[in-house]
């Protein structure tokens, strides 16, 4: 194929336009995916069931430390009706049937007791368990809002290289002869359509070229392209 060096070197600069836009092709689409969000996004997810089973687990204790402290207040208040009873009453088997019932209270509040303080432990426990999953809440979503800003500024660079790459590609292509450029397309749809000559190596398909095709692409005059026969990309001397 005949061609310039001028010419040639406007393919070359063709293919790393296109090579440089589709990586950030890709690149945006990556972001736009929101990929990068979507671990943290689950993290944050999975400390709000967190959060909320510790929360409901504090409510439930909060009812039952009610539960038990109404019930210390009942035995309470029996035990001051029975030590009434006790310093006024002169007759022994009365007294004797109280002693026994204040005996039945006494351990009754000890049992209440414990379990309050039990109850307590727990709720408390929980209750950290709350303020901890709130803070971790907090810094992921802080996190995620620190990565949404920045994914929105990325989005936006990325959406201007991404036009002045497209619009670089359609002044050089506009500036290389039709019939080049179409077989250069041809080759496009096929793979790497060209590279440079690097030693004895094409530099689209990496293999050496042989000895005989070495020096019949290095013979060539200036402004013939010569192909690689391994890959049929236009080799640039
Ligand atoms: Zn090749």
Known sequence: MKATPGQQQ????INELENVLLRSKKALTELESGSAL???QDELRSSSELMLAAQA??????????????????????????????????????????????????????????SELELLETRDAAGFEVAESKKLRAE??????????????????LQSTVSSLQEQLRITKASAPAELLE?????????????????RDCGACRIALTSAVFSEVTGASADELPTCPNCEAFLVR
Request: proline fraction near 2%; charge should be negative; hydrophobic fraction near 40%.
């Open 38 to 40: 979507r671990e943290l």
């Open 140 to 157: 992921l979503s802080d996190k995620i809002s620190a990565i949404e800003a920045s994914i929105a500024v990325e989005l936006g660079k």
């Open 183 to 199: 077989a250069y397309e041809r080759k496009a749809s096929r793979g790497v359509p060209i590279g440079r000559l690097d030693e």
């Open 10 to 13: 406007v393919l070359l600069k």
């Open 57 to 114: 687990r504090y409510e439930n204790l909060e009812v039952d430390i009610a539960r038990v402290l109404t019930d210390l207040e009942l035995v309470d208040s029996r035990i001051s009706r029975d030590l009434d009873r006790l310093s006024t009453s002169t007759v022994p088997k009365d007294i004797a049937g109280v002693q026994s019932e204040l005996a039945a209270l006494e351990s009754r509040k000890s049992l209440l007791e414990t």
